[in-house]
């Protein structure tokens, strides 16, 4: 079983940065996309970002320019940068990932979830 725990979310104003992490643990042998999805009140889940294990990312149009994604495969931890922020970004941000956890086992994992709130 693989575990993703987000962090930094908070309540910022509008112009402001925040970052955030996910860290996943347990029994993994490699994985292979992390990504960003985030999900506003009586919205569905979207995607924000992903990085795939060598480096390649995809952004949503909305955020391009202004938000980046990272990771550290030693760590098992993927890292969203948010710059410029909008109200329009507030919602609450999840982490994802799937790899492996054994030869020929696949997980797919979510985290629990943290909150970005952005003021006017």
């Known amino acids: 079983q693989v575990q993703l725990v987000e962090s930094g979310g908070d309540l910022v104003q509008a112009g402001g940065s925040l970052r955030l992490s996910c860290v996943a643990s347990g029994r993994i042998v490699s994985i292979n996309a992390m990504g960003w999805y985030r999900q506003a009140p009586g919205k569905q889940r979207d995607l924000v970002a992903a990085i795939t294990r060598d480096g390649s990312i995809a952004y949503a149009d909305s955020v391009k320019g202004r938000f980046t994604i990272s990771r550290d495969n030693a760590k098992n931890t993927v890292y969203l940068q948010m710059n410029s922020l909008k109200p329009e970004d507030t919602a609450v941000y999840y982490c994802?990932?799937?790899?492996?956890?054994?030869?020929?086992?696949?997980?797919?994992?979510w985290g629990q979830g943290t909150r970005v709130t952005v003021s006017s």
């Open positions: 994802n990932a799937d790899g492996l956890t054994k030869p020929g086992q696949n997980f797919a994992s």
